[in-house]
């Protein structure tokens, strides 16, 4: 069983920094992509920044510049420094994996149940 643990929200100002971390645990081979979504209140999950195993990254159009995502494979981690934060970056922050589990053949792919990141104008 794997399992995704994000840590870190909270509120900040508007202008402000946070950073979030997912930890993966459990029985892993090894990780592929790490991804980071969020869920504002009546909108649709989207994809906010990925990366891969080689420490590529990828982010939507509304974080360049201003998010960074990084991942640590040796503990299985992946964080999100977010700064110049704004109203609209007010969501849920899910965690999600592409992961090879030991003992099993094929990738999977989790979800953390999320962490709640708060910017007050």
């Known amino acids: 069983q794997v399992q995704l643990v994000e840590s870190g929200g909270g509120l900040v100002q508007r202008g402000g920094s946070l950073r979030v971390s997912c930890r993966a645990s459990?029985?892993?081979?090894?990780?592929?992509?790490m991804r980071w979504y969020r869920q504002a209140p009546g909108k649709q999950r989207e994809l906010v920044a990925e990366?891969?195993?080689?420490?590529?990254?990828n982010y939507a159009d509304s974080v360049k510049g201003r998010f960074t995502i990084s991942r640590d494979n040796a503990k299985n981690t992946v964080y999100l420094s977010m700064n110049s934060l704004k109203p609209e970056d007010t969501a849920v922050y899910y965690c999600n994996a592409d992961v090879l589990p030991s003992h099993v053949s094929g990738v999977v792919n989790y979800w953390g149940q999320g962490t709640q990141v708060t910017v007050s104008s």
């Open positions: 459990g029985s892993i081979f090894t990780i592929f992509f």
């Open positions: 990366i891969d195993s080689g420490g590529n990254p």
